[in-house]
């Protein structure tokens, strides 16, 4: 086999065989492709596209590079759910815990933020004391223990994508859609988990802008996960505001505690309970209605001894940022948009999110929305707290946040609908 055919038969708008595949994808982890011939594959690919049988082929070869997890000597179903990435996205925090306090196993692989979405590693790292990397052994004692770990994932799990995912970073190939599926797919079906509900994020502060693309991408990674044997379902939800009124580590943290104590912010409560109930149901799982899980504190039971697990105090005292500064109301009426990717781009300029991978976060950073799209305003009333460490920070987030906010005199704003489509 050779890779200029490869690339080649990409180029040209062929299909690649299951061959062809199979060989890039183990040669090029192997380091016997290069960086170069991958990336021109990538770009092939990118502008041609994969049919189905190909993106379930390459997320299996993608699979096979790596270690599979076996969760089969559990005594209950697995389930899972990935969220495509967002501002003030924080649902699985309260959402692993509850739904292992309605019956099923919920072993959760996540990642650190990157640029202005955050990363769920990020703000549990705020609790003092808890730690991400656990071994597969220490991941399986949690989750017997408990009926649910969020832990880093281990080096060994399609290290392919981990390869080419930097690649297609500085090569202008991330917004592929047969790309993106099969690098999220092959890292969850790599996971084990026997089902898996997909949160396709889509507005300003989304990967996918618009509905098309993010339906597209959801139909892609469904197909991936049926040809895999895995229950996939897909919710696309909006992501043109912040969700909730938190945005930020230890702010997140702070906001998900509220929901497991039967409180929070009502998109959050109703996007958490919606995706809870569609985990349950790609399980089989009948169990506990999670609204009851929330209000009869079992959920929050879990999640405190799911935190005691890794190392953290779920009763110490969150970290806070030293400055904070409030951006008030510029006129008054109903606050018709509050743009989801300048929120983040501000919280991440306040020291919540990285730059590069290896760039330190702070756990206090971050954003407080005082009033939410919908809501009456008046002039000069608070509508957003930022928090940093460094007060020097403050004059680039507030630019980020320059055009972010809109006031009209009245009637109701052009939002998306918090859940807007389903695709199973
Ligand atoms: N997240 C991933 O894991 N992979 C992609 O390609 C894009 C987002």
């Given at each position: 086999m050779d890779a200029i055919d490869v690339i080649l038969t990409k180029r040209d708008g062929g299909r690649l065989t299951p061959a062809q595949i199979d060989w890039v994808v183990d040669a090029y982890t192997r380091g016997e492709v290069a960086d170069e011939q991958m990336a021109a594959l990538a770009m092939a690919i990118l502008l041609n596209g994969m049919d189905r049988a190909e993106v379930a082929r390459w997320t299996e070869a993608m699979i096979r590079s790596g270690e599979r997890m076996d969760w089969s000597g559990l005594d209950r179903p697995t389930t899972d759910k990935h969220s495509t990435g967002g501002v003030g996205d924080k649902i699985t925090l309260p959402l692993a815990p509850l739904v292992a306090a309605c019956g099923a196993a919920v072993p959760q692989l996540s990642g650190r933020g990157l640029g202005h979405t955050g990363g769920t590693l990020d703000k549990l790292e705020s609790i003092p004391g808890w730690r991400a990397s656990l071994s597969p052994e220490e991941m399986l004692g949690v989750l017997r223990e408990t009926g649910a770990v969020i832990c880093a994932a281990g080096s060994g799990l399609a290290p392919a994508d981990r390869k080419l995912y930097a690649l297609r970073d500085v090569t202008?190939?991330?917004?592929?859609i047969p790309l993106i599926a099969s690098s999220i797919m092959s890292k969850k079906i790599a996971e084990g988990t026997g089902a898996l509900v997909l949160d396709v994020k889509v507005g300003s502060g989304a990967f996918m802008k618009t509905v098309d693309r993010a339906r597209e991408l959801a139909e892609t990674m469904v197909a991936i996960g049926a040809d895999h044997g895995v229950r996939t379902v897909a919710l696309l939800t909006a992501m043109d505001r912040p969700l909730g009124r938190a945005v930020g580590n230890a702010l997140e943290v702070a906001e998900a505690v509220q929901v497991l104590a039967g409180g929070g912010p009502p998109d959050v409560v109703e996007l958490t309970l919606t995706l809870a109930r569609e985990m349950l149901a790609a399980a089989g799982v009948d169990g506990k209605d999670p609204a009851d899980a929330l209000a009869d504190g079992s959920a929050m039971d879990v999640w405190r001894r799911m935190i005691s697990a890794q190392g953290g105090d779920p009763d110490a005292e969150l970290p806070a940022a030293r400055e904070s500064h409030v951006v008030t109301a510029p006129a008054t009426g109903v606050l018709a948009g509050l743009d989801a990717y300048a929120v983040g781009v501000a919280a991440w300029r306040l020291g919540a999110g990285r730059a590069r991978k290896e760039d330190p976060v702070s756990a206090g950073a971050g954003v407080l929305l005082h009033r939410v799209p919908g809501e009456r305003v008046t002039a000069g009333q608070p509508l957003l707290t930022l928090y940093t460490d460094e007060e020097a920070r403050f004059p680039r987030a507030l630019e980020a946040l320059e055009e972010a906010i809109s006031i009209v005199p009245d009637g109701a704003p052009d939002l998306l609908p918090l859940v807007i489509d389903r695709i199973a």
């Open positions: 202008g190939t991330v917004e592929s």
